[in-house]
């Protein structure tokens, strides 16, 4: 039995640059690229942390609880 990413469900992962950047404390050190265990975030030069692989996303939600401004969500998104 073969195990893959289902064709219809699918998840997204999305940071809102401007709240990330307000973010004094958390922006410079990149602490949610250092927490993810799926290896979804990536670090764009001048533009900060990116979730370039969101499809690795396990929605285990610890960006989105750990980040202190919000500025990550984790939700499901439906293909056709």
Sequence with gaps: MEIRPS??????V???QYLC???SHCHT?????DLCLMGVF???KGDGVYPERSQLCC??????EFCPVQAITVR???RA
């Design 7 to 12: 064709i219809t469900v699918g998840n997204e």
């Design 14 to 16: 999305c940071i809102d």
């Design 21 to 23: 950047h307000r973010s």
């Design 29 to 33: 050190k990149h602490q949610c690229m």
């Design 42 to 44: 990536v670090l764009v």
């Design 59 to 64: 929605m285990c939600f610890l960006c989105h």
């Design 76 to 78: 499901w998104t439906l």
